[in-house]
């Protein structure tokens, strides 16, 4: 008896579950054998070009060399120079306000044309203005704000043209940091203007008209309704914007700095300083100091992008 159930068992077919039967299919057999061919050119290249320079800019940061000639191994007497350099310490110092400061004026900036431009007329004709400055090279803008700065240059002209003599000056070491943020907000808000405003238009309009029916204001249909369902957007642009902002070079290099010199040390990034040390004005470069400088601004992406993704998490919502 025992064995005769045992065989009836054995007997009973086994379901086969859709997913199952999927996976077993020619068209799930002919994916798997193009997956490797496909990924792997783009694997190879990705390896060449980011992961392999990578690794020997670390290797790098553990060395002495001047760009030509022997390399001379020191261990962690870079990463030691960099915490005792006060210039290391300021240039870090203002990565982080543009990471905070410039990025708070930027995002607040931007939520409140998003706000204005969801019920606005020609809203986008309007888009499109703001986001001039990311449409035009970064160099030519960068150009085009050093000259509104200068001496003579248009603000000083509109000053002087309201009554106002005493003109500040701008491009003067005390004031050319905030300068540079200034043209880093104007250029940014625009950008991530229509990001947010590109998940705006994607809420349903009767989530708003039943908010004025309610009577709600501007402010709390925005908090209501137009944050959370675009959250997933904020959370993408808080993630961009930590990443470029610690990397902000070019903007910098051509505004502030002078013909083939770089900017004044106060206003140096993580990124200026790392290439001061690779190109020195004397010619003395420094390429393991400049590699040990580059490993901490990548850590410091990486950890910041970790936790803006940390913080930003939030259960998706569905409309």
Known sequence: MEGQRLMAVEAVPVPVTRAAAAESSPLARSRRRLYWPLVLPALVV?????MLPGLLTVALSFTKWAGSGPVEWVGLANYR????????????????????????????????????????????????????????SALAISILWGFLFQADGLINGLLGAMGIDAVPRWLSDDNLFLVICAGLVWVNTGFYTTILMAAVDRIPAYLYEAADLEGATSWQKFRAITLPLMWDAVAVSATLWAISAIKIFEFIYVFAGAAGSVPTTKAWTLSLYAYAEAFQPTGESRF???????VVTLVLIVVLTLLTRRVTRRDSLEY
Not at 110 to 117: D, H, Q, R
Not at 288 to 294: D, E, I, L, P
């Open 46 to 50: 990705y390896v060449a070009v980011f």
């Open 81 to 136: 120079r960099l915490w005792y350099d006060d210039v290391f310490a300021s240039s870090l110092v203002n990565t982080m306000l543009i990471l905070f400061g410039v990025g708070a004026l930027t995002f607040l900036f931007s939520f409140g044309l998003t706000v204005l431009l969801r019920e606005m007329a020609g809203r986008k004709f309007v888009r499109a203005v703001i986001f001039f400055p990311n449409a035009v």
């Open 288 to 294: 393991g100091a400049s590699a040990a400088a580059t």
